[in-house]
């Protein structure tokens, strides 16, 4: 059984501005590692899920 991808919003920090930016992943945990081998774990300041209205 496939898991369904969700959208979330990590605030990273790049170039010395804060920015958001969506990264794809199965849960929050994942969402973080993914974030913290993208950007490194000192750039990676919130993890949050996408909420649609």
């Not at 990264?23 to 300041?45: C, F, K, P, Q, R």
Request: negative net charge; hydrophobic residues 40%; charged residues 30%.
């Amino acid at each position: 059984m496939k898991t369904k991808m969700k959208l979330f919003k990590v605030t990273v920090k790049q170039g010395g501005e804060m920015q958001e930016v969506p990264v794809w992943a199965e849960s929050l945990e994942t969402a973080l590692e993914a974030a913290d081998l993208t950007y490194g774990e000192d750039n990676v300041y919130r993890v949050r899920p996408e909420v649609s209205q």
